[in-house]
Nanobody, 114 residues
């Protein structure tokens, strides 16, 4: 399984970014997947997940601001982030869940600062 994340960067508070994660080596449409983030000195936390039927779940801290989606034709997972806050600054990593195994992408840095 290979995951390639992109789209991070520096954005001002209140701004928007969209992260992408291209996945290969799995049957994409059947696979649960999502995004975690890790702030410096903190544990990794689940940001959002999406299942094969399209059901989604979000961390309370991002509900109403982030949207997770998937394009099965492009084998790509997305995370649309809006109204970004400095507290959203972290390394964001995509993952896929195949059985009990979680595979990770390399992470992309998101920095929210004026």
């Amino acid at each position: 399984v290979q995951l390639q994340a992109s789209g991070g960067g520096l954005v001002q508070p209140g701004g928007s970014l969209t992260l992408s994660c291209v996945v290969s080596g799995i049957i994409f449409s059947f696979t649960p997947m999502g995004w975690y983030r890790q702030r410096p000195g903190e544990e990794r936390e689940l940001v959002a997940g999406i299942y094969s039927d399209g059901a989604t779940n979000y961390a309370d801290s991002v509900k109403g601001r982030f949207t997770i989606s998937r394009d099965n034709a492009k084998n790509t997972l997305y995370l649309q982030m809006s109204n970004l806050k400095p507290d959203d600054t972290a390394v964001y990593s995509c993952y896929v869940l195949t059985g009990s195994i979680r595979s990770w992408g390399q992470g992309t840095q998101v920095t929210v600062s004026s």
